[in-house]
């Protein structure tokens, strides 16, 4: 018997894997793979160095970053996307929790819970009221703050406090106490980098003319500069081993880490101080304040702004089922020690040129990066705190979009009030730049809505063009205009009201209006209403205002107020159609 239509919709809906697995190709299969074995080997060392960005032990970035690619498996509907860790998730991270891991992984499980109620309630409209100013300013405030932060790490400085402001003067301050081996290591890191990511940038498309030795060294570059991170991570460790096994201790290195997979356990609901004193459970969730609310958004944001971008026209995002997904990853993640994930714009943007055809490439990044917690920890020893560190800025340099400002300067000035506030404010703490950034483009829609223009131009009548909506906010503003205009001059004035930008109206309007028809009819002039639209006008016939007088254009009421045509009167003649 075949199932039921709706259950198969509904089972669709919320598991995306039955519309591509059925179908599942083995020409799928090699894409995948390939995709999903060059993207772990992009997320292993990127994880391992947003585990520092986030201020906890290395390995905590591995326990973090297999989660995502079975869940989004199951869940996700981008076959691009892969979620882990990721720069600006790990700085709310150490912002909320203070590099402290029992409550980065406790933090994850309270924001997975979070994002996946959202998602059930159908939520993730919510996402519209962040603006595109807010993101752009919280984005390159966190590149920058991201990418200073590592400075430290460049140089081979200790006993750097975190907080941005001391961080950049303490930072300069300790110059003179750089080590020699972190800085060369950490300069010819950041160098290599941007040498392989400029060459893979000016490579030729495979359509490029050329013979097939050419194509096999444009392959080849690609490949090599699309790995750079793992090579550049790995060439770094074999330095350091080297001078260390003589006895030259010259570089900053990462340091014994757990070996092994994580265990599987429900996340601490309490938590130990240094001095022994429990913390409640209640008193850590008091303790991340703001940011239960800011993570599960920036989460959801990330994601679906990465999807979006990379998205193509064979498949469709929605912003639901994405939430419900980081969701799930974020709960389950908190059993195996993870910290809060998102989906990550530089391994989506490797998952994509490389080919990936379904979610399933995931799956293969999901094991690379197992088989690392299993047999790699003690590699990882060797690590330089400088690679790393090069790893992390060449990764979040291209945030900072300096463009933007002109962009958004040409198209609205306005705009870059909300862009500003969000950037300055998130030097302070990000989450509350976020949150200032929102309020105050808030506050700007909120103004648009109670001052919206008016256009008055003079016809022997007042006609006055209303250039938006009209909701409760506008009332006292256009009686104000009205009073100053046509009411309070002498003699006073008749007035045409323009109301075709008008849909919706409401009982405060409705109010408002009804003592403007009162102050017209005692001044014995009219107001007249032309081009309602036809769901405004059945609320106002519903009202029985008083004196209603209205018209299909505004050319008729100039005619009628001198007396050339007809109108219409509420009171002596009801419209029935």
């Not at 750097?160 to 750089?178: S, W």
């Not at 080590?179 to 010819?188: F, K, S």
């Not at 910290?339 to 990936?356: L, M």
């Amino acid at each position: 018997m075949s199932p039921h239509p709706f259950r198969s919709i509904l089972y669709r809906t919320w598991l995306p894997i039955l519309s591509w697995l059925p179908r599942y190709k083995l020409k799928w299969l090699q894409m995948d793979l390939l995709a999903g074995l060059t993207v772990g080997l992009t997320t292993v060392p990127q994880a391992l160095a947003y585990a520092e960005v986030a201020g906890l032990p290395v390995q905590y970035g591995l326990y973090s970053a297999f989660m995502g690619g079975f869940i989004y498996a199951l869940l996700g509907t981008s076959k691009d996307v892969t979620l882990g860790p990721t720069a600006i998730m790990s700085l709310l991270c150490f912002s909320v929790v203070g590099g402290q891991p029992h409550r980065a992984v406790l933090l994850s499980l309270l924001c997975g819970l979070i994002q996946a109620v959202m998602a059930l309630l159908r939520l993730g409209f919510l996402l519209d009221f962040i603006s595109f100013p807010v993101i752009k300013g919280f984005t390159c405030a966190a590149a920058v703050t991201i990418g200073f932060g590592q400075v430290k790490n460049i140089l081979g400085l200790q006993g750097i406090p975190h907080e941005f402001f001391l961080e950049v003067y303490y930072t300069f301050y300790k110059i003179p106490e750089a080590r020699i081996g972190d800085v060369v290591l950490g300069l010819l890191c950041l160098a290599l980098l941007v040498m392989l990511l400029y060459m893979k940038t000016n490579l030729g498309s495979d359509d490029t003319p050329g013979s097939t030795y050419s194509r096999l060294a444009r392959k080849l570059v690609w490949t090599v500069a699309t790995m750079r991170n793992a090579l550049v991570v790995v060439a770094a460790s074999f330095v350091a081993f080297s001078w260390d096994a003589y006895g030259h201790h010259v570089f900053t290195i990462t340091g014994k880490t757990s070996q092994g997979l994580p265990p599987f356990r429900p996340p601490p609901t309490s938590d130990t101080t240094a001095n022994g004193s429990i913390v409640s459970f209640g008193e850590i969730v008091e303790g991340f304040g703001g940011g239960l609310a800011v993570i599960p958004f920036m989460g959801l944001l990330e994601s679906i702004a990465i999807a979006k971008a990379f998205g193509k026209n064979d498949y469709r995002i929605d912003a639901n089922q994405e939430l419900l997904a980081i969701g799930v990853t974020n709960i389950m993640g908190s059993f195996v020690s993870a910290y809060p994930v998102t989906g990550s714009f530089g391994r989506t943007a490797v998952n994509s040129q490389t080919g990936v055809c379904t979610p399933a490439g995931g799956i293969v990044t999901s094991v690379i990066v197992l088989l690392s917690l299993a047999f790699l920890m003690p590699a990882f020893y060797y690590i330089p705190k400088a690679s790393l560190a090069a790893v992390i800025i060449c990764a979040v340099a291209p945030m900072v979009d300096y463009h933007v400002v002109a962009k958004i300067w040409r198209i609205r000035k306005l705009d870059l009030l909300p862009f500003t506030v969000t950037f300055l404010m998130s030097f302070w703490q990000v989450q509350y730049g976020i949150v200032g950034g929102v309020a105050v483009s808030g506050a700007l829609l909120l103004y648009n809505m109670a001052r919206p223009q008016i256009k008055v131009s003079d016809h022997g009548v007042l006609v006055m063009e209303l250039g938006s909506g009209l909701s409760f906010p506008a009332t006292e503003y256009l009686s104000s205009i009205i009073h100053t205009q046509a009411l309070q001059v002498s003699p006073p004035r008749s007035v045409v009201l323009d109301c075709h930008h008008v849909s919706i109206i409401d009982y405060s309007v409705i109010s408002e209006l009804s003592d403007l028809l009162r102050q017209f009819k005692l001044r014995e002039v009219r107001l007249v209403f032309s081009r309602l639209q036809p769901s405004v006008l059945e609320v106002l016939l519903a009202a029985d205002l008083q004196g209603l007088r209205y018209t299909d254009s505004v050319e008729a009421a100039l005619q009628m107020e001198s007396g050339a045509s007809s109108m219409t009167d509420n009171k002596n003649s009801p419209i029935t159609d």
